[in-house]
């Protein structure tokens, strides 16, 4: 064995080559149970991906599929990014934007019909380019289109492709080249009499320095910037015509036609990967997301992503790298890892066009490489279990170190580079290796797992020990926290970490404290650490956890990086030079470079729909509701494409309650609000939640019914205080009134008192009582009872506001018989009423005081008969007679029918009418109803 290993020289593999490519995720686009064909695809500014399809327009997230539009018997042509929506051509020739409720209509023109619409790219001020094949270039701006074809100076009429420069300017690919528009005129020119190595460009694409790239249908792709030469790119080019192009991060990407979506990585000079048989269909779209990852649609219901920060290598040239069980980088851009048939060096990119390199050398497989590192001097060293280590020099010489040579135990677990060589761990504690030999050490440690150089000491991550510390000079170590550790990590920052099955992240400078210990996958097997993007990743068989050690926050990103079920060897994790990490698994040999959008926790959550009672309402400024349909309903979105179902939501309806509600729905409802002012905040997060993180807020206004509007309050207070002021000021005439018809009631019984007891009246009475004392004592004893009688009622009524028909005729009719004792058969009284009408009501005493004024005022004597007539006609009482006037007026108070007025007032609206026509005194009084 030893003599094997001796004589270990390297040797080159040339082994049939296998395809290595970045992560890709599928992501079905199925509304329903529909399988559409996907065709065309674009991004809106919010991240969701939107789709052309025959199915009609679609839109997803990651985690739903909506239909935004449907298109009978039009297929869409063409499809652009519009801010949070997109602008689409159909095949009838409309142009049309589409955003979260509708599409809206842009441009109709026949010639968009006829000459099919390719693409479309939209300018930061709105300008929309659409390209067309046979009608040119079209700029359409603030409602008018200009058009530009071949004779204003382009190539060619068939217009393959668009991409955006920095200023504003379009490149346009063509089938006799590249044209550049400012929307004005053409700038710029690229054929192949300019030197381009082919004039039918079919894809075009701007870089992040604005560089413009082109892919060809024969001569592959090259770059070129105006008023430069072009240059041909990764030549020889053997993946057939390129369909599409996308470039960023350092990548470019081509949809080819005979090998599917191809990957240049541009920092190499033969850096080319080609996808697996699965996904060598011919896309039909390529898309560049905002996270550097690329899409393409291949005319199924699937949408593939790939990630070029996870690039995953199962196999390369025949050697299966599932089973790697130690790994290592040097510092000459190369990484070394092993198997159980033996080790092996790559250069640090897995490119279809790099061989693999193997050192020949007999392993037994009882005694497996566990550990690899790269020592200052570039000698490689591998540890085994139960056969030492292994030390490869750089002209690859090796030598076995083992207990003969002074190591504790010859069952070693890892190898670490230091300063002056390599620390060896072992079952017996540790051992240090330099150009002086073999130093043993902390055999205190016992079961050592790894071991690190950190400042002026070793840290010893070992099996149920705990941390311990070597410090310089000393043969003993020391104790820094108890417990099973399997790895620790010298972080950029200078601080070392330390993780174990159970322990989190462990500081194990000074105090020893430990972060997310609960979490996966320090809930199973942990095997290794790593630090990358400034976080440090904990890698173990439930998962992979990031720890930001600036923050504190921890993030699970094992979907993230698609290593959900991996598993593998202790350690099997190095750094290259280009600060990549690598990690050996169950999944194969895994570059890992993530970068910022990777670990975002804090995404940006964006309303999509607003709902009002089922109706979908525009919520830009706020909404308003009635508030007889006012049940909400809410519906929004984030994305995180590395790993959609990771995505969560909070969000809270201020007004209604200030409780934060966490969901992973994506829509929020709300039974009827009532009135007043609400505020619908939301965030989205990836991990923990962020208590800090700002909110996207909505105003939602729902109105009051309209007697609860501000200005019918207002109104109605104001009316409340009007009528109470009116009530109160009625109430008070009421009142005055009401004293003023005592006042004149009294006065009525007063006057019709006055009138019964005047000294003529009196005097008269009483001669005709001596008269008929004299003559007639029987008639004499019933003019005393009359007279009696007469007072007697008049008292009985004069408290009363009415009283019958009837009741007023007996008083007219006792007081008439005493006036007739006086006037004899001078008057006469004639009576016309109904019998349906003396149930009706009067104001007492309003006969008599009518019937006195008519005797004072009139000659009753010396002529012919004075007759009153008394009838009841239309609903009322008139009391009439012949106007007879006397030669010297009676003294008058002037009272009678003053009163009499002013008290019906009081009791009916309809008036007291008193005529003087045709030698005939009337006064018409209305019947009133009768008191209840």
Same mark, same amino acid.
């Given at each position: 064995?030893?003599?094997?290993?001796?004589?270990?020289?390297?040797?080159?593999?040339?082994?049939?080559?296998?395809?290595?490519?970045?992560?890709?995720?599928?992501?079905?686009?199925?509304?329903?149970?529909?399988?559409?064909?996907?065709?065309?695809?674009?991004?809106?500014?919010?991240?969701?991906?939107?789709?052309?399809?025959?199915?009609?327009?679609?839109?997803?997230?990651?985690?739903?599929?909506?239909?935004?539009?449907?298109?009978?018997?039009?297929?869409?042509?063409? %499809?652009?990014?519009?801010?949070?929506?997109?602008?689409?051509?159909?095949?009838?020739?409309?142009?049309?934007?589409?955003?979260?409720?509708?599409?809206?209509?842009?441009?109709?023109?026949?010639?968009?019909?006829?000459?099919?619409?390719?693409? #479309?790219?939209?300018?930061?001020?709105?300008?929309?380019?659409?390209?067309?094949?046979?009608?040119?270039?079209?700029?359409?701006?603030?409602?008018?289109?200009?058009?530009?074809?071949?004779?204003?100076?382009?190539?060619?009429?068939?217009?393959?492709?668009?991409?955006?420069?920095?200023?504003?300017?379009?490149?346009?690919?063509?089938?006799?080249?590249?044209?550049?528009?400012?929307?004005?005129?053409?700038?710029?020119?690229?054929?192949?009499?300019?030197?381009?190595?082919?004039?039918?460009?079919?894809?075009?694409?701007?870089?992040?320095?604005?560089?413009?790239?082109?892919?060809?249908?024969?001569?592959?792709?090259?770059?070129?910037?105006?008023?430069?030469?072009?240059?041909?790119?990764?030549?020889?080019?053997?993946?057939?015509?390129?369909?599409?192009?996308?470039?960023?991060?350092?990548?470019?990407?081509?949809?080819?036609?005979?090998?599917?979506?191809?990957?240049?990585?541009?920092?190499?000079?033969?850096?080319?990967?080609?996808?697996?048989?699965?996904?060598?269909?011919?896309?039909?779209?390529?898309?560049?997301?905002?996270?550097?990852?690329?899409?393409?649609?291949?005319?199924?219901?699937?949408?593939?992503?790939?990630?070029?920060? /996870?690039?995953?290598?199962?196999?390369? $040239?025949?050697?299966?790298?599932?089973?790697?069980?130690?790994?290592?980088?040097?510092?000459?851009?190369?990484?070394?890892?092993?198997?159980?048939?033996?080790?092996?060096?790559?250069?640090?990119?897995?490119?279809?066009?790099?061989?693999?390199?193997?050192?020949?050398?007999?392993?037994?497989?009882?005694?497996?490489?566990?550990?690899?590192?790269?020592?200052?001097?570039?000698?490689?060293?591998?540890?085994?279990?139960?056969?030492?280590?292994?030390?490869?020099?750089?002209?690859?010489?090796?030598?076995?170190?083992?207990?003969?040579?002074?190591?504790?135990?010859?069952?070693?677990?890892?190898?670490?580079?230091?300063?002056?060589?390599?620390?060896?761990?072992?079952?017996?504690?540790?051992?240090?290796?330099?150009?002086?030999?073999?130093?043993?050490?902390?055999?205190?440690?016992?079961?050592?797992?790894?071991?690190?150089?950190?400042?002026?000491?070793?840290?010893?991550?070992?099996?149920?020990?705990?941390?311990?510390?070597?410090?310089?000079?000393?043969?003993?170590?020391? $104790?820094?926290?108890?417990?099973?550790?399997?790895?620790?990590?010298?972080?950029?920052?200078?601080?070392?970490?330390?993780?174990?099955?159970?322990?989190?992240?462990?500081?194990?400078?000074?105090?020893?404290?430990?972060?997310?210990?609960?979490?996966? =996958?320090?809930?199973?097997?942990?095997?290794?650490?790593?630090?990358?993007?400034?976080?440090?990743?904990?890698?173990?068989?439930?998962?992979?956890?990031?720890?930001?050690?600036?923050?504190?926050?921890?993030?699970?990103?094992?979907?993230?990086?698609?290593?959900?079920?991996?598993?593998? $060897?202790?350690?099997?994790?190095?750094?290259?030079?280009?600060?990549?990490?690598?990690?050996?698994?169950?999944?194969?040999?895994?570059?890992?470079?993530?970068?910022?959008?990777?670990?975002?926790?804090?995404?940006?959550?964006?309303?999509?729909?607003?709902?009002?009672?089922?109706?979908?309402?525009?919520?830009?400024?706020?909404?308003?509701?009635?508030?007889?349909?006012?049940?909400?309903?809410?519906?929004?979105?984030?994305?995180?494409?590395?790993?959609?179902?990771?995505?969560?939501?909070?969000?809270?309806?201020?007004?209604?309650?200030?409780?934060? %509600?966490?969901?992973?729905?994506?829509?929020?409802?709300?039974?009827?609000?009532? =009135?007043?002012?609400?505020?619908?905040?939301?965030?989205?997060?990836?991990?923990?939640?962020?208590?800090?993180?700002?909110?996207?807020?909505?105003?939602?206004?729902?109105?009051?019914?309209?007697?609860?509007? =501000?200005?019918?309050?207002?109104?109605?207070?104001?009316?409340?205080?009007? %009528?109470?002021?009116?009530?109160?000021?009625?109430?008070?005439?009421?009142?005055?009134?009401?004293?003023?018809?005592?006042?004149?009631?009294?006065?009525?019984?007063?006057?019709?008192?006055?009138?019964?007891?005047?000294?003529?009246?009196?005097?008269?009475?009483?001669?005709?009582?001596?008269?008929?004392?004299?003559?007639?004592?029987?008639?004499?004893?019933?003019?005393?009872?009359?007279?009696?009688?007469?007072?007697?009622?008049?008292?009985?009524?004069?408290?009363?506001?009415?009283?019958?028909?009837?009741?007023?005729?007996?008083?007219?009719?006792?007081?008439?018989?005493?006036?007739?004792?006086?006037?004899?058969?001078?008057?006469?009284?004639?009576?016309?009423?109904?019998?349906?009408?003396?149930?009706?009501?009067?104001?007492?005493?309003?006969?008599?005081?009518?019937?006195?004024?008519?005797?004072?005022?009139?000659?009753?004597?010396?002529?012919?008969?004075?007759?009153?007539?008394?009838?009841? #006609?239309?609903?009322?009482?008139?009391?009439?007679?012949? #106007?007879?006037?006397?030669?010297?007026?009676?003294?008058?108070?002037?009272?009678?029918?003053?009163?009499?007025?002013?008290?019906?007032?009081?009791?009916?609206?309809?008036?007291?009418?008193?005529?003087?026509?045709?030698?005939? /005194?009337?006064?018409?009084?209305?019947? %009133?109803?009768?008191?209840?």
């Amino acid at each position: 064995m030893k003599r094997l290993l001796l004589i270990a020289a390297l040797l080159a593999l040339p082994v049939t080559l296998l395809a290595q490519y970045p992560l890709v995720r599928a992501f079905e686009v199925r509304p329903g149970q529909q399988r559409p064909r996907v065709d065309r695809i674009a991004q809106d500014s919010r991240g969701l991906i939107w789709a052309a399809s025959d199915a009609g327009l679609l839109r997803t997230d990651g985690e739903t599929v909506e239909v935004m539009a449907r298109f009978e018997n039009e297929r869409i042509a063409a %499809i652009g990014a519009d801010g949070p929506g997109v602008v689409i051509a159909v095949s009838s020739g409309a142009l049309l934007r589409c955003g979260d409720a509708r599409c809206d209509t842009l441009l109709i023109d026949s010639l968009l019909s006829g000459a099919r619409v390719s693409a #479309i790219a939209r300018r930061h001020d709105g300008t929309l380019y659409i390209g067309t094949h046979g009608s040119g270039l079209w700029c359409w701006q603030a409602g008018a289109a200009q058009r530009f074809d071949s004779r204003s100076g382009m190539p060619d009429d068939h217009v393959n492709d668009l991409a955006l420069l920095d200023d504003g300017a379009v490149v346009v690919a063509t089938d006799q080249g590249l044209a550049v528009c400012d929307g004005r005129r053409i700038t710029g020119r690229m054929g192949e009499s300019e030197g381009a190595p082919d004039n039918l460009v079919h894809s075009v694409a701007v870089d992040e320095q604005g560089l413009v790239w082109a892919g060809t249908d024969r001569s592959g792709v090259f770059n070129w910037r105006m008023g430069a030469a072009p240059k041909a790119v990764a030549q020889p080019w053997e993946f057939g015509a390129i369909r599409h192009l996308a470039v960023g991060g350092g990548y470019l990407w081509a949809a080819t036609a005979l090998h599917g979506p191809v990957v240049v990585d541009l920092a190499l000079e033969h850096g080319t990967y080609r996808p697996d048989s699965t996904l060598r269909k011919e896309p039909l779209d390529l898309l560049l997301d905002r996270d550097g990852a690329v899409w393409w649609s291949d005319g199924t219901e699937a949408l593939h992503r790939a990630d070029p920060a /996870f690039l995953f290598v199962p196999d390369h $040239e025949g050697l299966d790298l599932r089973g790697i069980t130690a790994l290592c980088a040097d510092g000459r851009q190369s990484i070394w890892f092993a198997t159980r048939s033996g080790i092996y060096r790559h250069v640090a990119w897995f490119s279809e066009e790099r061989k693999v390199t193997r050192l020949p050398v007999e392993l037994d497989p009882r005694t497996p490489v566990v550990s690899l590192a790269s020592a200052p001097d570039g000698t490689i060293w591998a540890a085994t279990f139960g056969a030492g280590a292994i030390a490869i020099s750089p002209d690859g010489h090796a030598r076995l170190i083992t207990e003969t040579d002074g190591l504790p135990n010859n069952n070693v677990l890892s190898v670490r580079s230091t300063k002056d060589g390599v620390v060896l761990s072992t079952l017996s504690g540790i051992a240090f290796v330099d150009t002086e030999g073999v130093h043993a050490a902390a055999s205190d440690a016992g079961f050592a797992f790894d071991a690190l150089t950190c400042g002026a000491s070793t840290l010893i991550a070992t099996d149920g020990k705990g941390i311990r510390a070597l410090d310089a000079g000393s043969s003993a170590s020391r $104790e820094l926290r108890t417990g099973t550790y399997y790895s620790i990590l010298h972080a950029d920052d200078g601080r070392c970490w330390a993780i174990g099955p159970g322990t989190g992240f462990c500081a194990a400078n000074g105090d020893v404290a430990c972060v997310g210990a609960q979490l996966p =996958p320090f809930d199973g097997d942990v095997y290794a650490l790593g630090e990358s993007a400034g976080r440090l990743l904990a890698f173990g068989s439930t998962g992979v956890l990031a720890f930001e050690p600036g923050t504190g926050n921890t993030m699970d990103v094992t979907g993230t990086f698609g290593m959900a079920g991996a598993t593998a $060897e202790l350690n099997a994790l190095a750094k290259d030079h280009a600060q990549a990490l690598w990690l050996a698994c169950s999944k194969g040999l895994v570059r890992l470079r993530p970068h910022e959008a990777h670990f975002r926790q804090r995404l940006e959550a964006a309303l999509l729909v607003v709902q009002v009672a089922g109706e979908g309402m525009p919520h830009a400024g706020g909404i308003r509701a009635s508030h007889d349909r006012s049940a909400l309903t809410l519906h929004f979105t984030a994305t995180h494409w590395s790993d959609p179902q990771a995505v969560r939501f909070q969000y809270r309806l201020l007004g209604f309650s200030d409780r934060v %509600i966490d969901t992973r729905d994506r829509e929020a409802a709300f039974p009827e609000l009532g =009135p007043g002012q609400y505020t619908f905040q939301l965030r989205a997060y990836v991990g923990a939640p962020q208590p800090d993180a700002p909110w996207t807020s909505l105003l939602i206004t729902v109105d009051p019914p309209w007697w609860r509007q =501000p200005w019918v309050m207002v109104g109605m207070v104001l009316l409340a205080v009007i %009528i109470a002021v009116l009530i109160v000021r009625a109430r008070d005439r009421r009142l005055r009134f009401r004293d003023r018809m005592e006042q004149e009631r009294v006065r009525f019984q007063l006057e019709a008192l006055r009138s019964q007891v005047d000294p003529h009246f009196l005097f008269n009475s009483f001669n005709a009582l001596v008269e008929l004392i004299e003559t007639d004592s029987a008639r004499a004893v019933e003019h005393v009872e009359q007279l009696s009688t007469f007072f007697r009622n008049v008292l009985q009524v004069r408290d009363r506001e009415r009283i019958t028909l009837s009741e007023e005729l007996k008083l007219l009719e006792n007081y008439f018989a005493l006036e007739q004792r006086r006037f004899g058969d001078a008057i006469g009284l004639e009576l016309a009423v109904d019998e349906a009408c003396l149930s009706r009501g009067v104001v007492p005493l309003t006969l008599q005081l009518l019937v006195e004024n008519a005797l004072k005022h009139n000659v009753v004597v010396g002529g012919a008969r004075f007759l009153i007539r008394v009838s009841a #006609i239309d609903d009322a009482l008139v009391v009439s007679n012949a #106007i007879r006037p006397r030669a010297t007026p009676p003294r008058s108070t002037g009272f009678g029918l003053e009163a009499i007025t002013k008290r019906y007032a009081a009791l009916t609206d309809r008036p007291i009418i008193v005529s003087r026509e045709g030698g005939v /005194f009337e006064v018409r009084v209305p019947l %009133i109803d009768s008191e209840p």
